[in-house]
């Protein structure tokens, strides 16, 4: 694949964001439809690898590698119990997804991070809510919880009716297609309210760099088919 001469933003999105007064170029990768049939080294051999160029960072939504790691799961096949019915009934929906919002994302996330974390994880909710602090739950709950991803308007089918859980080993991953692809690759869960670095491949830049690089999220998941990007200093 031949470097793309003229890079593209996503509708709606922005290709060029400035961090401490440098400019740089988020370039959406588009793919074919990811699913658990693939392997992502071959996706990302097939895909950015001839538009890198030295010195680019290839980043990679967690969504898109958990569903090669068969951690997208279909509504119907999660059967909630009444502690997630009722703890999901307490959670803030955000415009930038239901979160935990519904029973069956609540019950994915007593599964991964265990139902005594999660308890206490809602105890200190509401304490950091008498105290007019945000936030709490996720930061106890732990980065498991806080990127499952539910059914929201706009995923493209068939996610759009499954809960798609965090990747396994996000770190290892990275390293795993770094090595294969011979540049830095990041796997990054963002959304409209800004970025969280779960995996990098390399130690500079900061996975905090990062996150201040993407947080407007330049990617698209619904049928833009952009899962990943490259990062480029313009």
């Not at 699913?35 to 980043?59: A, C, E, H, R, S």
């Not at 732990?142 to 089918?157: F, L, S, V, W």
């Amino acid at each position: 694949m031949s470097q793309e001469p003229n890079p593209t933003a996503n509708p709606g999105k922005r290709l060029v964001r400035a961090v401490d007064g440098v400019d740089y170029l988020r370039i959406p990768i588009k793919t074919h439809l990811i699913t658990k049939d693939d392997d992502m080294v071959d996706v990302v051999n097939q895909y950015p690898k001839g538009q890198l160029q030295p010195g680019d960072i290839l980043f990679i939504s967690e969504k898109a590698v958990a569903c090669t790691q068969s951690r997208a799961i279909p509504m119907e096949d999660i059967r909630p119990r009444k502690l997630a019915i009722t703890l999901s009934r307490y959670v803030t929906k955000t415009p930038a997804g239901i979160g935990l919002g519904i029973p069956e994302t609540m019950e994915m996330a007593l599964r991964e991070c265990g139902t005594p974390r999660i308890l206490f994880a809602a105890f200190c909710s509401v304490i950091g809510k008498i105290l007019g602090k945000k936030g709490w739950f996720y930061l106890v709950a732990g980065a498991k919880a806080r990127g499952i991803d539910g059914p929201t308007e706009g995923t493209i089918p068939p996610y759009d009716h499954y809960v798609v859980l965090t990747p396994d080993d996000p770190m290892g991953t990275a390293r795993k297609l770094a090595q294969a692809l011979g540049y830095p690759v990041a796997i990054v869960d963002i959304n409209d309210l800004g970025a969280n670095i779960l995996g990098f491949s390399q130690k500079e830049p900061s996975m905090d760099f990062l996150a201040r690089v993407l947080g407007d999220n330049p990617l698209g998941q619904g049928e833009e088919c952009t899962p990943m990007g490259i990062l480029r200093k313009a």
